[in-house]
């Protein structure tokens, strides 16, 4: 059995690190190397890395200063530690099924693709309840060149969309990260940078099936941060100049674009923010024209 290296950044997880710590050592893919980085958190979750850290030899854990830098960076501080042959990414208030890790690690080897992505589960916190997308019978699995992935982008059946953004719910090949790095200066760091490793693969397998329990919290990033930074247009700016380098077609990215822009002007309008609102109205006209 190959190593594999599971990367769990830590913030002030409160009572849901416990669960979610559980239900990664009790995988019943057992070869793990278990890496925590406490970025600073200051409400007891260093505590409870260290109780796990102490029971579990397969953990290994990285405490950053007080404060922290932010999800990107304590991802950034774990990839040189990486020495599994495969990784992946779970946030420290959700939880896995029990085969989540032998599922996708079947999945990418048994179909040679370099990324294995399943599907996920919300779970509303605020409600104590689950939100199911999927039922059993939309289960397929199929093989994606990284050209047929991107044109699922923005595909919201069975939440797809969110699928292609987020680095969790995914198994990859750890020579896919070589030069790779989050941005530690963004609050929402994934649709900078989960793009760029499938364009690095050869072959994608996705499996429409519930492996993973994404728990939805209103202190959540993508809940209390400014909407320019949940939905950047920075980022898409970028896509469009590697896709039409790479002579993909851009048409959805750039319907996204023009979507962002609007968001973005409205947001700033309310702000009275008029210098961001009219560099955003002049992107909007040049499109326009």
């Known amino acids: 059995m190959p190593k594999i290296s599971v990367v769990v950044p830590v913030y002030n997880a409160g009572d849901y690190l416990v669960p979610c710590l559980d239900s990664i ?5 057992t070869n793990l190397e278990i890496i925590l980085v406490n970025d600073g958190s200051t409400d ?35 990839l ?5 042959d495969y990784v992946l990414f779970v946030d420290n ?23 294995a992505i399943a599907n996920f589960t919300e779970f509303i916190e605020e409600r104590q309840a689950f939100h199911f997308h999927l039922q059993a019978e939309d289960y397929y699995q199929k093989i994606y060149t990284p050209e047929e992935w991107f044109a699922k982008e923005y595909d919201t059946q069975y939440c797809l969309s969110q699928c292609f953004t987020v680095p969790w719910c995914k198994l990859y090949k750890t020579s896919l990260f070589e030069n790779i790095i ?23 397998v996705f499996s429409n099936i519930s492996l993973y329990y ?18 950047p247009t920075k980022s ?12 993909y077609d851009t048409s959805a990215e750039l319907r996204a674009y023009r979507w962002r822009l609007q968001l973005h002007a ?7 923010m008029m210098r961001e609102y009219q560099r955003c109205l002049q992107k909007i006209r040049l499109l326009e024209k």
């Open 80 to 84: 040189p530690l990486i020495t599994g």
């Open 44 to 78: 007891g979750s260093a505590a409870v890395c260290e109780r796990y850290r102490r029971q579990d030899s397969r953990i290994r854990l990285v405490h950053k200063p007080l404060g922290g830098g932010g999800v990107g960076s304590a991802r950034n501080s774990a």
């Open 93 to 115: 208030d959700d939880w896995l099924e029990p085969n989540h890790i032998e599922y996708l690690y079947h999945s990418l080897t048994e179909t040679g693709s370099d990324i």
């Open 25 to 29: 050592i009790q995988q019943t893919y």
């Open 266 to 272: 409205d947001y700033y309008l309310e702000k009275g």
């Open 182 to 204: 989050y941005p530690w200066e963004e609050k929402v760091e994934d649709d900078y940078t989960t793009w760029k490793l499938y364009l690095l693969a050869e072959r994608i």
């Open 236 to 247: 898409i700016e970028e896509r469009v100049t590697m896709l039409t380098l790479l002579g």
């Open 214 to 231: 994404h728990r939805k919290r209103s202190t959540s990033v993508t809940k209390t941060v400014d909407i320019p930074s949940v939905f």
